[in-house]
Nanobody, 116 residues
Framework: QVQLVESGGGLVQAGGSLRLSCAAS????????MAWYRQAPGKQRELVATITGGGSTNYADSVKGRFTISRDNAKNTLLLQMNSLKPEDTAVYYCNAPPTFSKYSWGQGTQVTVSS
């Protein structure tokens, strides 16, 4: 069974940056379409960014131009570079397959808190 482990979250001031990582057993991260999601307190989980097996990316309008999804194939790791962070980016961030794909078991996520 695939296990997803997110890391890299933390507390940062508005305007700052964080880099999230997602590790998984097997080689799924280097060959499959993947995505980052987030869930803020009291809100539903939402899609943040996707990357296809070929490397094409797509972003939610709220993060476009600020976040970058990528892979480090050598390390079998999915990444999310987050710049110009805003308080409304505060959430628990998760990696998993994109919305139209069968999901893996959800990891515990990594908390991102942006102070104003």
């Amino acid at each position: 069974q695939v296990q997803l482990v997110e890391s890299g979250g933390g507390l940062v001031q508005a305007g700052g940056s964080l880099r999230l990582s997602c590790a998984a057993s097997g080689t799924i991260l280097s060959i499959n379409a993947m995505a980052w999601y987030r869930q803020a307190p009291g809100k539903q989980r939402e899609l943040v960014a996707t990357i296809t097996g070929g490397g094409s990316t797509n972003y939610a309008d709220s993060v476009k131009g600020r976040f970058t999804i990528s892979r480090d194939n050598a390390k079998n790791t999915l990444l999310l570079q987050m710049n110009s962070l805003k308080p409304e980016d505060t959430a628990v961030y998760y990696c998993n397959a994109p919305p139209t794909f069968s999901k893996y078991s959800w990891g515990q996520g990594t908390q991102v808190t942006v102070s104003s």
